[in-house]
């Protein structure tokens, strides 16, 4: 057993380790989360109340507390001595005081990075105004009464629109004139984007959306606390439309098409927005946010501009810094007026998913030469740090987002994520998600199982079934295919199985990546050994085995300990840019900062990509830890 | 015969005088309009071409000028002399550098008055910009392109919204990268509300509307040249809904009462739009800005905005200064992002219809005191100068609009609007509009009908026809009848008649009126003799005969000189406001001046209402002139 513990902070979910017995005051100032502590840290006066979520009750005595609050886990921070793995909360009482905002840091561990010292200031706020009722001497419009009473408070440049008037004379008496603004903070200056009567500070609520080509993922978010009240995740309904953004393009040339595929990825958000607002308990209406990472193609089918010279030379996107818009002026079923910041882009290819992704994680901020990798459809590579940055991207196919995989899914419950073969190949061992009956194959369990496969000679360098190795091996509807687990065993009453198409796909889309990786890296005069970090980001699943990814070719053959997962960059991101106009701004300037290479201008991708279409690689020399392996296929590589 | 001679300057719509023989160019330089003229006027340099379109063709010997241009009108305004009536365009590249703007100025005379000395400086322009296309080194985002080419004119801080951005990427290709935009100069600052490929900067079009309760008039203007396209009336299509404002806050409150006044009245702009750009030969899209001027509550009910609270102490409106809005935001039939201006009010009952008619008419900037009077379904009244107004309004009705009369109908073709008795009180002499067989009757015809049937005594001072007078007095559906036009004489076929009704509700809404003038004058210590001028404005046609206004008690029995006529004083405001920014804002500043008085907390109000509910008023000593009329009355008067 470890000496360290760790430590999940919430409100901010930030992951720290501490040693055994350390002082968890000084623990939570060390990560740099403002806490008071008016007397220092000597347990007199009462100010660093913080409540054990889960993990030890330590000790009770001698503490500046009610028996009420000790019941409910209420600890002084400087009176905790840290004895094991905890979930600690800070109140909003017992934050450093908010007119400075407070300064955020994560310590990463092995598990997570994501970016630090930033201040906890959300895009949008509220402010609460009491009004002088009118009388017949004092009978101005309702609008210029409140715009007096934000002039008093030194709000004088604001927008406020038709939509919002509309409301204000039935808001002000219902609250008997007193209400609750909502600004949003826009590049054209603060914005009024909702009115309630009465007092509604308590809450503030935003929602914070990863769309990816084959997945959208969500998260509900309270923007005073700064945690995560909900998650969710569904296919993109455009999936249907073609699996990868040059369909999609391809398809909104049609008549008709690029209105269905925005309606089709809208109608995936508002079912993510009504299942998160019902888990979350928050209706609809309180949603004050929104905040979108997409790669390019998804943000321009969202906002339903043709996205037609994305796939032409040059490659121009209409927009790569979208104006913030209103959530009505797209259909997303929050209050119409509710604003929708979008991460800005590079360029066609590289987009706003990335920025998210190296904004959340924080390597627009740190020193070190980091490989950034975003595995998805559109699979996306950066290689640089906070002073320079060099982009590519690839097309990586869904097959990691279990997407033209026959029996492939999504990393929801269910999911074989896990794959291993220890002794009798004809007797697999399967983790799913949630431990559940399988119901199909996830990214990570796609990797997993063929890295297995692989090792066990099941499959061969060239990504086809060994007949006579197991008797899992059979010839089905789409040719060879191997028995993940028999009917009788899953949550579907059907075989899940492997085919010979599932691992061309893979093969296909780990080839692409790495190709990427080989490319850039070139294209800077870096060796994968010179770098750092290798970051790597995606959301094909919650964890993936780095000696899977490693054995397949889809990772370089580099010291494990470089290697760190991000799990949805993209989706870190939007969450952190909803808790801090910083990390907005941060979004901005690091897209301006990275300087985009096109993969198809060069000729060393495709020779890197030919090359990489064979298990682990044609060139076995890069991946010597792999030939190590016992039942490799020696003469098979050279193809 | 006059020495004077009338001349009508273009594209200003400026009315002047000038003695036979002045030199042109004199007369309009001392009008303030600015003519280049490089040589001084020497007849030199040819810098100073106008256009003679009517009048006396001048010498057209040793003019510095192509045979065609002589042809066409074209004159050197230093060489030509005045010897008629003219109507005179200045053209665009003869008129005072553009960059400074230039200043109008427009004299008075006893038909007109108007605003002075303010720049031609329309809400809207656009600019031409011509990118570098993109190329593979070099593709950024079309916005982006976008924004640096703006930059590199100056222009930093503009809002552009979602709806331009989706049209950029094809507006770019189809100008091969050269485009005009279109910006709205917003209290938030500049907005972009149109793209076009090319360069459109040749034309720029603007509506301005004046939305009364009874008729809804507009206009379609040349912004680049500021001149009149085409005018068009219809009755507001609420006018089912009630009869005045009153009735419509009513029928707003029922269910669905709201969204249907609302469509009501954007049916009848859009109708008007439809019309006036096919006479203009001008494509909707090509229109560029909307100026509203309106009654508070026509401004709510267009905008949707519950009117409810505007009937009920104290009597606020939702919004006295609307923010600029587009016109998708209410449906109007242009392109959706064109900006919509609405003319502050000052109160819910003074609305900005009164506000544009005192910048229209020019008495926001004038020394003299002078009382305002807009006759309409909603009648209002100021009086005051430059440094203090007093406003109130009452509800007079719609019969000078032809609303609640029989046979009433808007100033339009076929209209009765001048009735007179020569001799033999059978047979009336009737002009209608535009010389057509008379259709009904307008709000001018009503007035000169009445006045001349109570000066010949068929109508007594109560307001009742007199038996035995004249034969065309008979009983018909409605009660006594005054026959205007037998059937065979009329477009419709059917007698064109006066009903008691009719007078009735003519004498309510002039009682109301004059008892607005009383109580309003001798809230602020004045009387009728001390005002230096009466600006009578409304929109019960071309013209209304004074003597028959003062004669039935409409307008006060004071000096004929005192009075002038101003036509639609709202309508005139909105479209010099459509010129220049700087009447807009004259608009805010003048909606901030005037101070309301409520009518209907007055008293005397109230007296003076009953007073004045004879022909011309109960006190005869207030009307000396009309006393010396024969056929007068006498002992009617003191019922």
Known sequence: MTDKYRILLEPDSLRLTAEHGANLLDVIRHAGVGIA????????????????????????????????????????????????????????????????????????????????????????????????????????????????????????????????????????????????????????????????????????????????????????????????????????????????????????????????????????????????????GVPCRDISHVMVAANTTMVQLLLGIDPKYLRLAPYVPAVSAPPTISAGEIGLETGPGVPVNIVPAVSSYVGGDIISGLVGTGIFQRGETVLYIDIGTNGEIVVGNADWMVSASCSAGPAFEGGGIKHGMLATSGAVEGFNIDNAVDEPVINTIGQARPRGICGAGLISTVAALFKAGVIDPKGKFQAGVTERVRIGTDGSEYVLAAANTTETGQDIVLTEIDLDNLIRGKAAMYAG???????????????????????????????????????????????????????????????????????????????????????????????????????????????????????????
């Open 37 to 280: 502590a008016a007397c220092g840290g000597d347990g007199v006066c009462g100010t660093c109340k913080v409540i054990i979520e889960q993990g030890c009750t330590g000790d009770t005595r001698y503490l500046n507390l009610s028996q009420e609050e000790i019941e409910n886990g209420v600890r002084l921070a400087c009176r905790y001595e840290v004895e094991s793995d905890l979930t600690v909360r800070i109140p909003l009482q017992s934050r450093a005081p908010a007119s400075d905002g407070h300064l955020r840091s994560l310590s990463t561990s092995e598990e997570i990075m994501a970016a630090e010292n930033w201040r906890f200031a959300p895009p949008v706020f509220k402010i609460f105004l009491k009004l002088t009722p009118p009388a017949l001497d004092d009978n101005i419009s309702d609008l210029s009464r409140l715009e007096n009473a934000l002039l008093s408070q030194g709000i004088v440049d604001f927008r406020i629109g038709l939509a919002i008037v509309k409301q204000l004379p039935a808001v002000l008496r219902e609250g008997d004139w007193a209400l609750t603004l909502t600004l949003s903070k826009e590049s054209g200056g603060l914005r009024v984007t909702d009115i309630q009567p009465g007092d509604t500070r308590v809450s503030l609520y935003g929602l914070a959306f990863d769309i990816g080509t084959t997945g959208v993922r969500g998260e509900l978010l309270d923007l005073i606390e700064g945690r995560v009240l909900a998650q969710g995740v569904e296919y993109n309904g455009q999936a249907v439309y073609g699996s990868d953004v040059i369909s999609r393009i391809a398809y909104a040339a049609k008549t008709g098409g690029l209105p269905a595929l925005q309606q089709a990825v809208l109608n995936t958000l508002n079912n993510i927005i009504r299942q998160l607002t019902e888990h979350g």
């Open 517 to 639: 990786y080989q490319t850039l890296l070139s294209s800077v005069g870096l060796s994968f050994n010179e770098l750092d970090k290798v970051v790597v980001a995606g959301t094909f699943g919650s964890h993936i085995d780095v000696e899977c990814a490693i054995a397949i070719g889809l990772l370089p053959d580099i010291d494990r300990d470089k290697f760190i997962f991000a799990g949805n960059g993209s989706l870190l991101g939007a969450r952190l840019s909803s808790y801090s106009t910083e990390l907005i701004e941060a979004g901005r300037i690091t897209a301006k900062l990275v300087t985009n290479i096109e993969l198809s201008d060069s000729a060393s991708f495709m020779d890197n990509y030919m090359a990489a279409m064979f298990l682990p690689h044609t060139d076995i020399s890069l991946f010597p830890t792999v030939i190590s392996q016992p039942n490799h296929f020696a003469g098979g590589s050279g193809g």
